[in-house]
């Protein structure tokens, strides 16, 4: 008996001290389907962020297409000639309403400056011709200057019978060419 007591307090001991023992480290092995998900996972990733970049570069373009085409339709808008009866630098009334088109641009675009430019047929003398482009130049100016436009952003020229829109000698062409031309002054704008 005297063996089984020293015996157990030593099986107690060995069995401590198995017990604490760390087991060796296992090295955890990627399954080959846990790998394969990973790698299918980030190339998903890649994926959807370049598909994002594609989708955010085309509104972009998009966005710029479409200020241009609005700058485009605002230059021609600013750009529509008046025409004027002979011997004449009354507005008529489908003319004011092409002043009033370009009144809202104006307003909107107030770095913006304009230059209307009279024109006249080709019948009467130059200095007649200049001096009645003059006034259809002036016509326009003050008819936008009435509506609310600095009269410093418009310049008003005559340009007389030199400029003509079309050079037959037929009534057709002397109402094209009794007219106001306008032209944008400010360089490198972006209209709104």
């Keep these: 008996m005297r063996v089984a007591r020293l015996m157990l307090p030593l099986a107690f001991a060995y069995l401590a001290g198995a017990c604490h023992h760390a087991a060796p480290p296992v090295a955890i092995q990627p399954q080959p389907d846990s790998a394969a998900r990973a790698e299918r996972a980030r190339q998903d990733s890649i994926a959807q962020a370049e598909a994002r970049a594609r989708e955010l570069a085309q509104q972009r373009a998009d966005s710029l297409a479409a200020l241009n085409r609005r700058s485009d339709e605002i230059k021609a808008k600013l750009a529509t000639l008046i025409h004027f009866d002979f011997d004449k630098s ?24 304009i230059q209307v430019a009279g024109n006249c047929d080709e019948r009467g003398s130059e200095e007649y011709n200049l001096a009645l482009g003059n006034r259809r130049a002036i016509t326009a100016k003050q008819y936008l200057v009435a509506h609310g436009i600095d009269a410093g952003r418009i310049e008003a020229i005559s340009n007389g019978k030199e400029h003509p829109i079309d050079p037959a000698h037929t009534p057709e062409a002397w109402a094209q060419n009794r007219n106001d031309e306008f032209d944008i002054l400010t360089l490198n704008v972006e209209l709104r």
């Design 90 to 113: 009354a507005l008529r009334p489908e003319d004011q309403q092409i002043l009033n088109d370009k009144i809202p641009v104006l307003l909107n675009n107030p770095e913006v400056r």
